[in-house]
Structure formats: structure tokens, C-alpha cells
């Protein structure tokens, strides 16, 4: 096989269709725009949700609550997770992304109490329930809260 005799597979490349080129083409003078209106023009379009200046859908619906700016979003640990860490292991956000327990790093993270822990464990979160805390610290562990 050469350089110059390589080829895309039969089939795989399509050509454009090339618009006014004469009306034996098919798509020639108005090249597939249709006569006259919005559509027909350069730059004429739409924008999306326009309904022809009807009231949009979006603006006709009831509108309920807000969304806070600063709201805190924390990714979920639950303490039955934790039970494949080996005993004495601390753990912070890098080793739970590193396990793929969170999704990233960064974001603030809280540690709930569904499952069981047997293992001693060093945990450092943003956050953490009472009774994950205590579950934790039942198998011998510590939680340890940093500021979210």
C-alpha cells in the first residue's frame, strides 16, 4: 500500500448538493428555498422558540419558585462505600475520586450513613451526617469537617 493510492471506502463520502446551478439540476433558480417569504431571504430565520408571534409556550406557562445563586451542591458519599478502603487509610476528596466514589475534586462532599462500616477510616469532608458520623467512629474512624 502507497501514500498515493489510499481511498475513503465507496459510499462513505457524500458530495454536496450544489445549489443553482441551472433547472435541470433540480435545484436550481430558487435552489430548494421554495418562492418568496422569510425563508426564502439571506439571513432569514427564526429564532428558537419563535411561534410566528403568537405568545411563546414558555412565556404562557405559570412560573413557580426560584433557583438560589449560591446554592452548595454536594456529591453524595454513603458510608457503605467506604468499606473497600483498607483499615487506616485516610481519605480525602483526591482518594475518592482517585476510586471514583465522586465525580471531581473540587465540589463540596458529604458523607451519609446508608450501608455498614467495618474498617478504621480517617475521613476529611466538606460535610457528614450525625449518624455517618457515628457509624464511623463506631469502627474505630475519625470524620474530620474542613469548610465547604
Known amino acids: 500500500?502507497?501514500?498515493?493510492t489510499l481511498q475513503s471506502d465507496a459510499g462513505s463520502r457524500k458530495t454536496r448538493k450544489r445549489k443553482g446551478q441551472g433547472i435541470a439540476t433540480g435545484n436550481g433558480k430558487?435552489?430548494?428555498r421554495g418562492h418568496k417569504g422569510q425563508k426564502s431571504r439571506?439571513?432569514?430565520s427564526v429564532r428558537r422558540g419563535f411561534e410566528g408571534g403568537?405568545?411563546?409556550l414558555i412565556q404562557r406557562l405559570p412560573k413557580r419558585g426560584f433557583t438560589p445563586m449560591n446554592k452548595k451542591v454536594f456529591q453524595l458519599v454513603n458510608v457503605g462505600q467506604l468499606s473497600a478502603f483498607e483499615a487506616g487509610t485516610a481519605l480525602d476528596a483526591?482518594?475518592?475520586?482517585?476510586?471514583?466514589?465522586i465525580r471531581n475534586a473540587v465540589d463540596p462532599i458529604k458523607l451519609l450513613a446508608t450501608g455498614d462500616v467495618?474498617?478504621?477510616l480517617e475521613i476529611n469532608v466538606a460535610s457528614a451526617s450525625a449518624s455517618a458520623i457515628a457509624k464511623?467512629?463506631?469502627?474505630?474512624?475519625?470524620?474530620?469537617l474542613a469548610e465547604a
Open 1 to 4: 500500500m502507497k501514500l498515493n
Open 94 to 101: 483526591a482518594a475518592l475520586f482517585a476510586a471514583g466514589l
Open 136 to 144: 464511623i467512629e463506631a469502627a474505630g474512624g475519625s470524620v474530620k
Open 118 to 120: 467495618a474498617v478504621k
Open 54 to 56: 403568537q405568545m411563546p
Open 30 to 32: 430558487t435552489a430548494g
Open 42 to 44: 439571506s439571513g432569514g
